[in-house]
């Protein structure tokens, strides 16, 4: 997939950084199987991995960072991760897009119902 292009509805896309993994032949075989799509940004392009980064970085601090994982299951976890996603597309307001959540910002435009 390059720059700009869609992916298919529902399509996953597995962001990465300029890691090893990314072109191990295992990892390359992982994703095709499961029909993931691969994304990586160029060398010394941040404003293409700022995104990715910026919304990891928040949701490490505001999930993850000072709560005591221990005991709590893979299923657990994906559920509370889960439930962290849907809240920030849906409910946490953001400054830079006029005080409202990514959602309403795109139903704003038009891009989202």
Known sequence: MKLGQKSGAGQPI????????????????????TGL????SKIGCSPYNSA???????LKNEMFYGYSWTGVT??????QLYKYIKWY????IKISLGGKSPLDYR???????
């Not at 139903?107 to 119902?113: E, F, T």
């Open 14 to 33: 597995v962001h990465s950084d300029r890691g090893c993994h990314y072109r191990w032949p295992g990892w390359i075989e992982r994703m095709n199987t």
């Open 52 to 58: 990715y980064e910026g919304f990891f970085g928040r």
């Open 74 to 79: 893979i299923d657990q976890f994906i559920e």
């Open 107 to 113: 139903r704003s435009l038009g891009l989202a119902v």
């Open 89 to 92: 597309a849906e409910k946490r």
């Open 37 to 40: 799509i691969r994304s990586m």
